[in-house]
């Protein structure tokens, strides 16, 4: 079955970057908007980041200016650039799409860790 892949987690030092990547493993028609999603250890699943089809872009409020979302429509890849990384944005990143057809995929999650 056609699910989304994420890739790009890791660990990191606190003010350091790092660029997620997220892609369907088969062809997934008609994406809609898409976007990323976070949860940390004993918190409640949050909203990182979102973007529509034509470009127009959402952010959590704490990390408005820190991280950048981006798509390349022709691949239906999402990106989450993360810059000033931290401590507290140390959590697994989901990668949502969904689709005009109201389907929703989401990936299975990658690891980010920030050291302070």
């Known amino acids: 079955q056609v699910r989304l892949v994420e890739s790009g987690g890791g660990l990191v030092q606190a003010g350091g970057s790092l660029r997620l990547s997220c892609a369907p493993s088969?062809?997934?028609?008609?994406?809609?908007?898409m976007g990323w999603y976070r949860q940390a250890p004993g918190k409640q699943r949050e909203l990182v980041a979102a973007i529509t089809r034509g470009g127009r872009t959402n952010y959590g409020d704490s990390v408005k200016g820190r991280f950048t979302i981006s798509r390349d429509n022709a691949k239906n890849t999402v990106y989450l650039q993360m810059n000033s990384l931290k401590p507290e944005d140390t959590a697994v990143y989901y990668c949502?799409?969904?689709?005009?057809?109201?389907?929703?995929?989401w990936g299975q999650g990658t690891q980010v860790t920030v050291s302070s």
């Open positions: 949502n799409a969904d689709t005009i057809s109201y389907r929703i995929y």
């Open positions: 088969g062809s997934i028609f008609s994406i809609n908007d």
